[in-house]
């Protein structure tokens, strides 16, 4: 059975960080990639950051390159995301989720498996 866990989301300062989590099992983690996206009301789910499974393939929304810094660790199942000089608008529940195959993608629909999100609050 594949489990996809986020950890890490809580409520933030604008300009402050936050590093969140993603925990895969029940699969083979290193011919996947893994995606994060996220979620706010009103809004269609985003891509934000993407991590091919040799890391060769990292992709990055325009709204969070060089804030955002995707990371993996095929040795034990995980990746991490960054996350920087955060803004109101970054404001969202964050979804990490998996897909078979060598290349990133920022398209949702391409992806199989999915965790049940973390919040994120950026917030004075």
């Known amino acids: 059975q594949v489990q996809v866990v986020e950890s890490g989301g809580g409520l933030v300062q604008p300009g402050g960080s936050l590093r969140l989590s993603c925990a895969v099992s029940?699969?083979?983690?290193?011919?996947?990639?893994i995606g994060w996206f996220r979620q706010t009301p009103g809004k269609e789910r985003e891509g934000v950051s993407c991590i091919s499974r040799a890391v060769s393939n990292i992709y990055y929304a325009d709204s969070v390159k060089g804030r955002f810094t995707v990371s993996r660790n095929n040795a034990n199942n995980t990746v991490s995301l960054q996350m920087n000089s955060l803004k109101p608008e970054d404001t969202g529940i964050y979804y990490c989720a998996a897909r078979f195959g060598y290349a990133c993608t920022p398209y949702g629909s391409q992806f199989s498996y999915w965790g049940q999100g973390t919040q994120v609050t950026v917030s004075s």
């Open positions: 029940g699969l083979q983690f290193d011919r996947h990639s």
